[in-house]
């Protein structure tokens, strides 16, 4: 028997569709037991957020400051498992504040070391610099990360972003104004997403985790676009000092740091309308030319190694 852990956190539900569906050849074979765990953080967020709310989490979900978690069914944490999928998503260029919280708890110390892990990321289109603090958090649990599977929005980054926020602070997965697409993951890439569960599976079956990834990778399991890549490690930096300076203003909630939110997300609006569109055009003129010294960088980011 194959003993296998389901973690996710999700809030509106799409990152657990997403490892249902990919999980669906594994629960058809006798021999693989299953088990969920979700995280439950004690402080609900809400859905829809509020902006005050939103923007409260950035600190410390982009510094990975852990916040508190719900510790039920200890049991399901004690045990050891053939494998753990890891089902998460990305807030601020980060893991989600909840799921980092639970990567730096004391129960996932014993449960993750000496043990396979694949990711599954579900988010708008930036997950790479989250994805490197996640292998690096792997790496200091002592698990071995073996596969990883990306899921995004399919459409143009702006236009992503308007239907995201509409998404998130409306609570309704449908589409702003009638004129915009559908937010999220779109249906289809999460209804045939059991394709890499079968590799998965064989995988766990045989016990050789050597070549997952790159059979995941065959099936269509991460695509990592340079633009986005080139956008996101501009954003990081910039990120750090703003989480920095913001972090010493006061801790999560407080009134005191209220005022440099509200500076930070004029700080994004002026840099994602104004500033990106400039980045996009000039990024497209020498992207052509210079396609080969990006051609390494993408294989890195679609690998499970950490450099
Ligand atoms: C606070 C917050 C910040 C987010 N930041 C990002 C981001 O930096 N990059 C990204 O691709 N998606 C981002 N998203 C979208 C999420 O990754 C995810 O797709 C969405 O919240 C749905 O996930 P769910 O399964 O938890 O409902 C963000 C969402 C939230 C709530």
Redesign the pocket.
């Known amino acids: 028997m194959k003993n296998v852990l389901i973690v996710y956190?999700?809030?509106?539900?799409?990152?657990?569709d997403i490892v249902d569906n990919i999980v669906k050849p594994l629960t058809k074979d006798a021999e693989v037991k299953l088990t969920y765990y979700q995280i439950k953080p004690v402080h609900k967020f809400p859905f829809p957020?509020t902006k005050n709310e939103?923007f409260d989490?950035f600190p410390e979900?982009f510094l990975q400051i852990p916040m508190e978690l719900d510790t039920h069914e200890n049991d399901i944490l004690s045990d050891r498992y053939d494998l753990i999928i890891l089902s998460y998503?990305?807030?601020?260029?980060?893991v989600?504040l909840p799921v980092i919280s639970f990567l730096k708890s004391h129960q996932a110390k014993k449960l993750f070391e000496n043990t396979k892990v694949i990711t599954i990321i579900?988010?708008?289109?930036?997950?790479v610099m989250a994805q490197e603090k996640m292998k690096l958090q792997l790496v200091n649990l002592k698990a071995k990360l073996v596969g990883n599977i990306v899921f995004?929005d399919r459409q143009n980054n702006h236009v992503s972003l308007i239907t995201?926020l509409h998404w998130?602070f409306k609570g309704e997965k449908t589409s702003y104004l009638g004129i915009f697409p559908k937010p999220?993951v779109p249906d289809k890439d999460i209804n045939e997403s059991d394709k890499f569960g079968e590799s998965i599976l064989d995988s766990l079956k045989k016990g050789k985790w050597n070549h997952l990834q790159e059979q995941l990778l065959s099936k269509g399991a991460v695509h990592v676009k340079p633009l986005l890549v080139f956008i996101e490690k501009r954003g990081t930096f910039l990120f750090s000092k703003w989480a920095r300076f913001i972090i010493k203003k006061g801790g999560p909630g407080q009134k005191s740091r209220e005022p440099w939110l509200k500076v930070f997300y004029y700080y994004l609006l002026i840099a994602l309308w104004g500033i990106a569109p400039v980045v996009t055009l000039l990024f497209n003129l020498i992207y052509l030319p210079t396609y080969f010294l990006f051609k390494k960088s993408v294989n890195y980011y679609k690998s499970v190694i950490l450099k």
Do not use: A, D, H, P
């Open positions: 956190y999700s809030q509106t539900g799409q990152q657990k957020w939103f989490v979900t998503q990305i807030w601020f260029l980060s989600s579900g988010c708008r289109n930036m997950w995004t995201l998130l999220g």
